[in-house]
């Protein structure tokens, strides 16, 4: 079975300033996909970046990317120029690709993202 | 982008009466969708996978006769609390997956429905 970990349950960072969350995974399969998403207070859960397993380029998106080290099983984010809007709960989630899959996500346990102004 | 509307946002109920959430995909087909639970600052938990049609899997530990899922169409999945007691109360999201060929993009979420039971 699949399991993400989630180590850093809460982290702050200064407005403008670049912040890391860590993942790892484990894993079995070779083909998959990863993703952060950000559940602000709102609670709405809102997708920040996805990774496909056989992209050995690392996504990026304005000012999220990613660093996906596939033989370590690692998949974090960095945030560059936090914004106060940045400020939520962040979620690694990993999702199997092969055909017999169902298409769920298995989520780490969160990391608490504090934005200082 | 597909929208996922989730009804109610909000539920307080007695202990002991049943609670009926509902989870429709707006603009597509979703022959799957899957049910979460999340309690204060902690992460999702999957309680069920959906399917259009038949029966839902659970996950171990969720009580099927407690949970109740039906997922009779390809656009509305509903979950139904029954006998709710105070433990029950909590966060449920739904999500809804698109097609297999196009599973690799957005898993669309509903707004949750955030149950109080008394």
């Known amino acids: 079975a699949q399991t993400v970990t989630q180590s850093q349950p809460e982290m702050s960072v200064q407005e403008a300033e670049t912040v890391t969350l860590s993942c790892t995974y484990d894993?079995?399969?070779?083909?998959?996909?990863l993703f952060w998403y950000k559940q602000p207070p709102s609670r709405q859960m809102i997708l920040v970046i996805r990774q496909e397993a056989y992209k050995q380029q690392n996504a990026t998106e304005n000012r999220f990317s990613v660093n996906f080290q596939k033989a370590a099983k690692s998949f974090s984010l960095k945030i560059s120029d936090s914004q106060l809007g940045d400020a939520a709960m962040y979620f690694c989630?990993?999702?199997?690709?092969?055909?017999?899959?169902?298409?769920?996500?298995?989520f780490g346990q969160g990391t608490t993202l504090q934005v200082k102004p | 982008g597909a929208v996922v509307s989730q009804h109610p946002s909000w539920v307080i109920c007695k202990s002991g009466t049943s609670v009926k959430i509902e989870c429709r995909s707006l603009d597509f087909q979703a022959t799957t969708m899957f049910w979460y639970r999340q309690f204060p600052k902690q992460s999702l938990m999957l309680m069920a996978t959906s399917n259009e049609g038949s029966k839902a899997t659970y996950e171990q530990g969720v009580e099927k006769d407690k949970f109740l899922i039906n997922h009779a169409s390809l656009t509305l999945s509903t979950l139904t609390v029954t006998s709710a007691h105070p433990e029950d109360s909590s966060f449920y999201i739904c999500s809804a997956s698109p097609p297999p060929d196009k599973r690799g993009e957005k898993l669309f979420f509903g707004s949750g429905t955030q149950l109080s039971v008394l």
């Open positions: 894993t079995s399969e070779s083909d998959y996909y």
């Open positions: 989630a990993y999702r199997s690709r092969g055909s017999s899959n169902t298409g769920k996500l298995i």
